[in-house]
């Protein structure tokens, strides 16, 4: 059976009269939490981004709204009139797909449908400069070649670097496709820049992964040598890979065996909510030290299993969004001694039994970061679509559940797309002219000199090649509009650009933040409209009960 989603505390999930009692102390609150002020432009009261990791909108919706269909797969049907997406299917790129290129190797390949018994698949190769390589000048033509990566002992296709082609449809990512199907989704999203994990981490509460220090390498050190950032161009640097924040007691060597570990000095969205006195969170499974998991694992070394992914640490430091910034860290993983969102010694940054706890109490921040233990944080090989779906359809569940439910708005979108195919490229905006890191125009090319963007000192820099790859981002919410998709560009940093308009009067972070000319994601609400409910199950992602929403 799989690890249940909280399991080391599963007693928060149980209602109790003190809970019912603090009903009504939200209700004064506005639906805000304790210790805000002030209003919001819209209805939602509270925000709750899921970052999920490592997925492209093509290895996930490929073929949406259809599904093959197996005899004992979940099975989808999708509603009438569901809109369509600009997938796989929809471009025809399903046959004779320009990756089935012979530069690409033993690996070209058209796409090929994953099934549910095969989710366990290989971390695909997504740093920054493999991902431009692979569009190849906008062509999208040689994934296999630079980003695939085969699936230990993989059969086939599976054991080459094809593997990037695979996708998954409606028979493994039921939940999903559920929730776009009833709620809405936007098939126009990226990441701000390529790159892996951290720049995405950044980018969906700063917009900006420009003004990187290290200060445990001395004054004079680059990152260079770590292999996690380039040099800006002005004498900075500008975060391209995965180095761990700066002091956290569980950063460690890197994956190339370094100890490079990186200080933001930019601004994020955590100082904009407390200058206004909003309460706020990141809430990351495994980040309470203190706790003991059921298997007797602790501290940094927390683990958990499930019966697909044999074990995995529960906190990944490099995913920690706050922790990179001396602001808003807490690199002692302090527990908390006020109600989650306020400031304390926690400095707002918790784990995500906190957050299940502190809004079952009667304390929901207005706005929180959420990230999943490792096991069911999406990322190929610490994770998997069905864990994936398990974790987060629990949390929604819950979240529905919730009186604050009528005022609130879940984001569900990805930190970077693992390098898996996506064929809808994006013509650069933000461009780079590093002379490695640098190749989707040509050796040392991305896009046009006049695009470069300014960095944290106001001045053009490079190190932010954009927009990078395509992922999936869906609105679950009352006010979200039905069987919606959105074709608006929108990219990570939309989601600080909402957080902005709807609590603080549409002040910006500056310092080159992508904010400031970010889509907007209002297109995905109906602030007239009541989508209701979707209770889900957790471990198929088949609908349970729907209160309103079309085909159910």
Known sequence: MKRKFLSTVAAVSVFTAAVACSVAARADNNGQGHGNQGGTATPIKHLVVIFNENRS???????????????????????????????????????????????????ASN???????????????????????????????????????????????????GMVMGYFDGNTTTALWNYAQH??????????????????????????TNGAVTPSAGASATLHEFGDAISDGRGGLTVTGDPDPFGDLCSGPN?????????????????????????WGGFMGGFN?????ANGSKGCGRTSSSDIIASTNDYVPHHMWFQYYASTANPQHLRPTQPIGQSDAANHQYDLDDFVAGVTAGNFPAVSYIKQIALQDGHPGNSDPLDEQQGLVHLINFLQQQPEWSETAVIITYDDSDGWYDHAFAKPT????????????????????????DGVAGKPVNGRCGPGTRVPFLVISPFAKQNHVSHERISQASVVKFIEDNWLHGERIGQGSFDKDAGAIDDLFDFGGNAGK??????????????????H
């Open 183 to 208: 709620f809405a989704m936007n098939d126009n999203a990226y990441t701000d820049t390529y790159g892996p994990s951290t720049p995405g981490a950044i980018e969906v509460i700063s917009g900006q």
């Open 430 to 453: 933000s461009a780079s002219f590093d002379p490695t890191a640098d190749q989707l125009d040509g050796p040392g090319v991305c896009g046009t000199k006049n695009d470069v963007p």
């Open 57 to 107: 909108f093509d290895h996930y919706f490929a073929t949406y709204p259809n599904a093959t269909n197996p005899k004992g797969e979940t099975p989808f049907q999708a509603a009438h009139g569901t809109p369509r997406v600009n997938n796989l299917q929809n471009a025809n790129l399903l046959f004779n797909n320009p990756n089935l290129n012979p530069a690409n190797g033993a690996g």
């Open 289 to 293: 030290l203190q706790t003991i998991n």
């Open 111 to 161: 796409p090929f449908r994953i099934d549910p018994t095969q989710v366990n698949t290989a971390d695909q190769d997504h740093d920054y400069t493999p991902e431009q390589e692979a569009y190849d000048h906008g062509r999208a033509d040689l994934f296999p070649l630079n980003t695939g990566s085969p699936t230990p002992n993989g059969a086939g296709v599976f054991g080459t670097t």
């Open 534 to 551: 979707l209770i889900l199950d957790e471990d198929t992602g088949a609908v349970v009960q729907a209160s309103s929403g079309p085909g």
């Open 255 to 279: 994956s190339d065996g370094t100890t490079g570990e990186v200080l933001m000095t930019s601004r994020n969205i955590g100082d904009l909510l407390n200058d206004h006195g909003i309460s």
